[in-house]
Nanobody, 127 residues
Framework: QAQLVESGGGLVQAGQSLTLSCTMTGFSSHTYAMAWFRQAPGKEREVVAAISGYGVRLLYGDSVKGRSTISRDNAKSTMFLQMNSLKPEDTAIYYC????????????????????WGRGTQVTVSS
């Protein structure tokens, strides 16, 4: 059974950096497109970043563009999200998501397009 488990969340001060990890089990990671989404209280879930199966195609949400880097290590079945210059408005639950894609080149920002989700990790940025 395919599962995603996020880690690396926590409480940080504004301006600091944080790296989230998403570990995949139960499937071959390179055959899945993956993404990070986040959801703050009272707000809709939004894309943070997405990456194709082979890690060649990347996509970033406007709110984190220029401050974040998404990457993946398929040999270790792990995806990463490095976030720099964190702001209080980055406070949210961050979710890892995946969808099967045999081409290895698919990338998408739409949450409903992903059918495997982790439980999320809380990121809190204090001012």
């Amino acid at each position: 059974q395919a599962q995603l488990v996020e880690s690396g969340g926590g409480l940080v001060q504004a301006g600091q950096s944080l790296t989230l990890s998403c570990t995949m089990t139960g499937f071959s990671s390179h055959t899945y497109a993956m993404a990070w989404f986040r959801q703050a209280p009272g707000k809709e879930r939004e894309v943070v970043a997405a990456i194709s199966g082979y890690g060649v195609r990347l996509l970033y949400g406007d709110s984190v563009k220029g401050r974040s880097t998404i990457s993946r290590d398929n040999a270790k079945s792990t995806m990463f999200l490095q976030m720099n210059s964190l702001k209080p408005e980055d406070t949210a639950i961050y979710y890892c998501a995946a969808r099967r894609d045999l081409s290895g080149s698919y990338v998408n920002s739409v949450a409903s397009d992903y059918n495997i989700w982790g439980r999320g990790t809380q990121v809190t940025v204090s001012s």
